[in-house]
């Protein structure tokens, strides 16, 4: 489906802006240049009448990403966190599509279900409500179990809701395709690459069989954090377009008055909501990457819930070690150390100036230390990194795009419940007890462990491939087909003491 034809609907987006009132909210939010608002005019002030029109009670900008699809409601939520970003008033406009989406009938939700599950709904739930949140994707309903009374939240994809989604992906190749074309210098950002993870991120979240599985593995993870609740999943009344999980009984993230009159305390929830994501990617390097306050609540003993796990981020270990190393950096004000990390993990080419790098990230970071997060404005921050990321042939690191937004997102989380935050204070106790762990004695035995593991499992089958390889590069003196013993006899030593030497470490460490 990707071509030409998807300039109709990009043509569209602009003319849906103008007509719906949301393209000068939407600039000015954004402190658009004159350049740039120019450029937003011409793509959709001749082609108003094309504009989609959208639902007359709610307000322009949120009026105008309902109207235009899946693709752009998401790209609403990410930003309903970013009120020091997009000004405090769109803010909450746009909180608005984190659950408060027109749903579809119950009446249809039923069918799927029985669908889906092969059951009659009355045999599985005793009661089952009308929807309770509905968003970009599915919507929710409470109900009970009929066979123990378990309440339960189930969630029904929306119907045709893959097909819409890959209409807008289609339309956002095409743009970023004539951003590479006529931008040339922002293909090191690889937006087409973009695109493509973003896709692929999308359609598995479209699989409830995969989030009813991610559900799974995040709890088991995550039961020993203290303050921190992951609902059980119900595998048996789960499949493609439905997901059950146990009921998450609390106040929403998003209400601060309710939290207030509970008696939580706002700076705890908010230092506990960042310290939590940064325990989950660096030390399991799984976490949840749709943390905005819509799939938050507060549970009545103070516990933070989490649900709706379509969206999660996945990082190696060796990947988290530099991100961890880069935030340690930026923590203690070591700037150099920071830049050598970018060189050493590749993100910068290695012909650039390392003392010139390590300056522009002083630049970079200075601002935030000692001062009150309030008056930081994070979109000068990022447009002045960016400005710096181009300067030194940086490209975009496709693996890392979940984990940069989401601590966009969880940052804008933690700071609509405690303004004052700073978030590298809050930051530091988490990324030092990883540096510890993970860099430093217990690490370096830890990797010695897995590395005589690897050892003894392939120790048997190194002489044939060395023959293998030996063959493969036309070594002019062939091995011979039977390899000696006596030949043998060192390896087969080496692979003794590498079992030996992992055991023992093993059972010393654990």
Request: no cysteine; aromatic share 8%.
């Amino acid at each position: 489906m990707r071509g030409p034809h998807n300039i109709i609907r990009l043509i569209r987006t602009g003319a849906t802006l103008e007509r719906t009132g949301a393209m000068d909210v939407v600039l000015e939010a954004f402190r658009a240049p004159a350049r740039l608002r120019f450029a937003a005019r011409m793509l959709g002030w001749p082609f108003k009448w094309l504009g989609l029109k959208g639902d007359p009670e709610l307000p322009p900008a949120t009026r105008a990403l309902t109207a235009l699809g899946p693709a752009y409601i998401k790209f609403g939520q990410i930003l309903s966190t970013r009120p020091d970003i997009v000004g405090e008033e769109l803010a909450q406009q746009l909180k608005y599509l984190q659950d408060k989406l027109p749903p579809f009938p119950t009446a249809t939700a039923k069918k799927m279900i029985e669908a889906e599950l092969e059951m009659p709904v009355s045999s599985i739930f005793s009661e089952f409500s009308e929807p309770v949140a509905a968003a970009s994707i599915a919507q929710v309903h409470r109900a009970r179990l009929a066979d123990t009374g378990e309440e339960v939240a189930v969630k029904v994809l929306r119907p045709g809701i893959e097909r819409a989604f890959r209409k807008d992906i289609d339309a956002f190749y095409l743009a970023a395709r004539g951003i590479e074309l006529l931008a040339p210098f922002s293909r090191r950002l690889r937006p087409v690459d973009v695109i493509t993870h973003f896709e692929g991120v999308v359609m598995g979240e479209l699989d409830l069989r995969l989030e009813s599985s991610a559900a799974a593995e995040f709890a088991a993870n995550t039961a020993k954090d203290e303050g921190f609740q992951v609902p059980k999943t119900h595998w048996f009344l789960s499949s493609r377009n439905v997901m059950t999980l146990g009921w998450a009984e609390g106040i929403g993230l998003n209400e601060n008055g309710l939290i207030d009159a509970q008696g939580h305390d706002r700076r705890v929830l908010g230092a506990r909501v960042l310290q939590l994501f940064l325990n989950h990617a660096l030390r399991d390097g799984f976490f949840h990457a749709d943390m905005h306050q819509g799939n938050l609540k507060i549970a009545a003993n103070g516990d933070i819930i989490a649900y709706d796990f379509g969206i999660m981020g996945r990082i190696d270990e060796y990947t988290r070690r530099v991100y961890a190393e880069i935030l340690m950096g930026f923590i203690r004000k070591d700037y150099r150390r920071v830049a050598e990390v970018h060189f050493e993990a590749g993100y910068v080419p290695a012909d650039r100036d390392i003392d010139e790098f390590a300056r522009a990230l002083r630049a970079v970071g200075e601002p935030i230390f000692g001062m009150d997060a309030s008056r930081i404005s994070m979109a000068r921050l990022l447009s002045y990194l960016f400005e710096v990321t181009e300067r030194f042939g940086m490209e975009t690191r496709t693996e890392l795009i979940l984990l940069q937004r989401t601590m966009v997102v969880v940052e804008g989380v933690a700071r609509s419940l405690d303004p004052h935050i700073n978030i590298w204070e809050v930051a530091q106790p988490i990324v030092e007890r990883y540096i510890k762990e993970t860099i430093g004695p217990k690490a370096m035995l830890r990797d010695l462990v897995k590395t005589a593991r690897v050892l003894a499992r392939f120790g048997p089958r190194l002489p044939a491939l060395v023959e293998a390889q030996l063959i493969r590069t036309g070594n002019p003196t062939p091995p011979p087909a039977q390899p000696s013993r006596r030949g043998l006899w060192p390896l087969i030593a080496l692979m003794v003491i590498a079992a030996f030497v992992g055991g023992a470490l093993t059972a010393e460490m654990f």
